[in-house]
């Protein structure tokens, strides 16, 4: 049985990624991680290229390739060990995108989307708050309908590209309980700034931002979807973010993992290469079996998410979860078999180390992902129910 699931389309893809990485990214990222910049022609050059756009439709200015295609430039950033501009670039790429591609208007379409996918516009997915991260419902940015156009006003927390940002796919609150309504902000809105995070633990390179509306007047056109219907979208947009982010851990952990048997094949001590150690080739052993795990539930919940769309989510969670743990162990050990120098920047291990620890925390927790398995499995009836796609939602709405 093959298990490869990357075509030739997609190997061609990954080698054009592959030749933009060493050409444009690779002389630069390690300055850029120590200035925690991320220039903004990387995203004109992403989006020129055509990588952005891998997944989506052609009406949208997409390439209309299956969802192993975003998977293969997420495996050769991973590869790269650029963390933190690969979290930048999916954040624009595969955070507001779906939701404009999916339930946009035209003109959302044409201002933005289309604008975001070929580089020329950078786009944050806006939700968390400083007293609202995991706890969605509680957010409490507020949009007041003031008759012909809304109002805005509140902060955010934790925003990707947000200091760079020229949209958000905005969640504000608009009633009580679960009902939000999601915006698409343009940044030049009066009344809108922002603020870097600096000082993070990794994912230097990335732009973190806080975000603030101070009585924000948005036009009525602005909305997306449905008003009120805003939790569920996220909710189904959460799908694709999770997974990408899933399987985008399985590479950077493969990553670890080769540097770490490279360096147990050079490395001598006591007269013998340390991959000649029991300990040492278990413990490589034990990281391979680990990878493989891991690999083998990213790629069914990609298989998935391709036959059944957000329907997926519980097998994206426990492969959020799982990942998320896992290569945290296998990142680990690398460090420990590369010894002193593995606590350098030398070997690149350290970066991937910082910046994977993001991926028990971001884009939901290993916590909220067992919450939301656990209802799976207690309550079937209740998280169908959930689940249904926004398009049903908008449908029965
Ligand atoms: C670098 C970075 C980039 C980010 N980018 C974005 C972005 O682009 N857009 C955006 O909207 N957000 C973004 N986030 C925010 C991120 O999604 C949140 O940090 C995350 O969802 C967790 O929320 P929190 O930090 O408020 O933690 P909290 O929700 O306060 O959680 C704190 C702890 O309590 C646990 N906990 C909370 N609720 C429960 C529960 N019900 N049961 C058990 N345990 C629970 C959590 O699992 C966690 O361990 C980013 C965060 C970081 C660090």
Excluded at 142 to 167: L, P, Q, R
Excluded at 251 to 264: G, Q
Excluded at 335 to 352: F, K
């Amino acid at each position: 049985m093959n298990f490869n699931p990357f075509t030739d389309e997609h190997e061609l893809l990954a080698q054009s990624v592959r030749e933009f990485l060493n050409r444009e990214v690779m002389p630069h990222a390690a300055r850029w991680e120590k200035e925690e910049h991320c220039p903004r022609e990387i995203f004109q050059r992403m989006g020129e290229l055509g990588f952005f756009g891998v997944t989506y439709p052609e009406e949208v200015g997409g390439s209309g390739m299956d969802f192993w295609a975003a998977v293969t430039v997420a495996r050769e950033l991973s590869y790269a060990n650029v963390g933190g501009l690969a979290l930048s670039l999916f954040a624009h790429a595969y955070l507001p995108p779906p939701l404009l591609s999916a339930i946009g208007t035209p003109e959302q379409k044409e201002n933005y989307l289309l604008p975001a996918l070929r580089g020329e516009k950078i786009g944050s997915l806006a939700i968390s708050e400083p007293g609202a991260g995991s706890d969605v419902g509680g957010i409490r940015t507020t949009a007041e309908d003031k008759g012909d156009h809304y109002v805005i006003n509140g902060s955010k927390c934790w925003i990707t590209n947000g200091t760079m940002a020229d949209f958000l796919v905005l969640a504000t609150r608009t009633g009580e309980g679960h009902n939000l309504t999601l915006f698409c902000f343009d940044t030049k809105t009066e009344g809108f700034s922002s603020s870097k995070i600096k000082d993070k633990l990794g994912m230097h390179s990335s732009d973190t931002a806080e975000l603030f509306f101070d009585n924000c007047k948005v036009p009525k056109s602005a909305v997306i979807g449905h008003p009120g219907m805003g939790f569920y979208y996220i909710m189904n947009n959460f799908q694709e973010e999770r997974l990408i982010g899933a399987v985008s851990g399985v590479f950077a952990a493969e990553y670890a993992y080769r540097k770490a048997v490279e360096y147990s094949r050079q490395r001598e001590a006591f007269g013998r290469q340390i991959g000649k150690f029991q300990v040492i080739r278990h413990k490589l052993a034990s990281m391979a079996t680990r990878l493989e795990a891991c690999r083998s539930l990213g790629y069914r919940a990609v298989y998935e998410f391709i036959e059944t769309g957000p329907a997926a989510v519980g097998t994206i969670s426990m492969a959020k979860a799982f990942i998320g743990e896992e290569i945290q162990v296998i990142i680990y050990d690398a460090i420990q078999i590369l010894g002193g120098v593995g606590y350098t920047e030398e070997y690149g291990v350290a970066r991937t180390y910082r910046d994977m620890r993001l991926f028990t925390i971001g884009g939901g927790t290993t916590e909220i992902m067992y919450e939301i398995i656990s209802r799976l499995v207690v309550d079937q009836a209740q998280y169908s129910k959930q689940m249904m796609t926004s398009r049903d939602q908008a449908a029965v709405s």
